[in-house]
């Protein structure tokens, strides 16, 4: 394991409180209400575009890309003040977080013009295509296939639980390109960036259980993708694919979804509306102790990945006890305050409420906890 200690420098002080003060003027304003989970199915466009004019978004990115070359660290920071306001951010999020990291790593010079300054505007947005429908949490079983054509590719099968797709211009997809041997399973693999308004693409809505649409299956039939929007070489898709996990397993949105709830329940301690007694504190000081190491953990494997490295395990190692952690988070608050949860309550009882029925994907989406342990497991050489 190698999780070195990060610190956030001195420097993202003053650019942390502009954002927090930028925030609360959008919800003063009734921009946004807070909520939790708004990585994921928080979308409001003009927010994104306003991250995007300000240059909060694609900060990391080179500036001939319409980024501002600024530091992993920076963009960590102004993450985890959306994050902690609950602000609706999933419309770019996903692009963002990895799609044009992953361009900017493996795409053509033409690929990076084409896309990443939009990502950064907060104007394109873009699809994960891993999962797929009857194989879990099995990525290398993937079984929508890529065939050769004149000028390009023909793609045939589906995606499932991919988050967004109904707003996403683009999706990156893993696809079979060749056929899978049982020796060599993650051979054959690449990856595309697929237009979702191309003729043969159909997005079918899975609706949760509070009756919110973010999932959606994508399915595919005779899609032409031309030659220049394959990403990278051919049959290096499995390799692309790690590593643009190790980015989505690890960043602050896996230990801070439910962050929210934490905040508006230690307001709710502060204005007298719920005790403050000695369980409460013990409650509270105990979440925030986790929170904290948890925090450390997903900065090391930040700054890890800032420095060129590929700390795929340390990711996998992350994900697990982040996302334990934001539906222990959960249970906690519920078992404390006498709120019953309300979609149509109280704001706290109404975000406990959404917090209790997103939790059951917070261990699921990005590859189940049994998953990454396995791949934890393999990592220090005792599976």
């Not at 939009?118 to 891993?130: K, P, V």
């Not at 007298?272 to 105990?286: C, I, Y």
């Not at 409420?353 to 998953?371: C, D, K, S, Y």
């Amino acid at each position: 394991m190698r999780l070195a200690a990060h610190a956030l420098p001195e420097s993202t002080r003053a650019l942390r409180l502009e954002v927090r003060a930028f925030l609360r003027g959008e919800v003063e304003r009734g921009a946004f209400v807070p909520a939790v989970d708004t990585w994921l199915g928080g979308v409001d466009l003009d927010l994104s575009r306003a991250l995007g004019a300000r240059g909060w978004l694609g900060m990391s990115y080179p500036e001939q890309y319409g980024g501002r070359g600024a530091s992993a660290l920076d963009r960590f920071a102004v993450t985890e003040e959306l994050l902690a306001a609950g602000a609706p951010v999933a419309a770019h999020w996903i692009a963002e977080r990895q799609m044009a990291p992953s361009i900017l790593k493996w795409g053509t010079e033409e690929q990076k013009q084409r896309f990443v300054p939009g990502i950064a505007r907060g104007e394109l947005y873009f699809a994960i295509g891993m999962s797929e429908p009857d194989t879990g949490s099995d990525l290398a079983s993937v079984r929508t296939r890529g065939e050769k054509v004149d000028g390009g590719w023909r793609v045939n099968g589906a995606k499932i639980w991919t988050s967004g797709a109904h707003i996403a211009h683009r999706m990156i997809a893993l696809l079979r390109t060749s056929p899978r041997e049982d020796s060599a399973r993650h051979a054959g693999l690449s990856q595309f960036i697929i237009d979702l308004h191309s003729d043969g693409v159909e997005i079918r809505p899975i609706i949760s259980l509070d009756g919110k649409h973010h999932f959606n299956e994508v399915v595919f039939t005779d899609v032409f993708v031309p030659d220049e929007d394959v990403l990278g070489s051919v049959g290096d898709g499995w390799k692309q694919c790690t590593s643009e996990l190790a980015i989505e397993r690890s960043g602050p949105e896996r230990v801070l979804s439910t962050v929210p709830l934490l905040l508006l329940w230690v307001e709710a301690i502060r204005a007298g509306t719920l005790p403050d007694d000695v369980h409460a504190r013990r409650v509270l000081g105990s979440l925030v102790a986790r929170l904290f190491v948890l925090r450390q953990m997903s900065l090391a494997v930040g700054g890890s990945l800032a420095s060129g490295q590929s700390p795929d395990v340390e990711a996998a190692l992350v994900k697990d006890l982040g996302t334990r952690f934001e539906s222990q988070l959960t249970e906690a608050v519920r078992r404390v305050v006498p709120d019953v949860p309300d979609l149509a309550g109280s704001p706290l009882s109404s975000m406990l409420a959404t917090a209790v029925l997103h939790a059951p994907g917070f261990t699921l989406r990005g590859g189940t906890n049994e998953i990454l342990r396995g791949v934890v497991a393999r990592g220090l050489g005792v599976r």
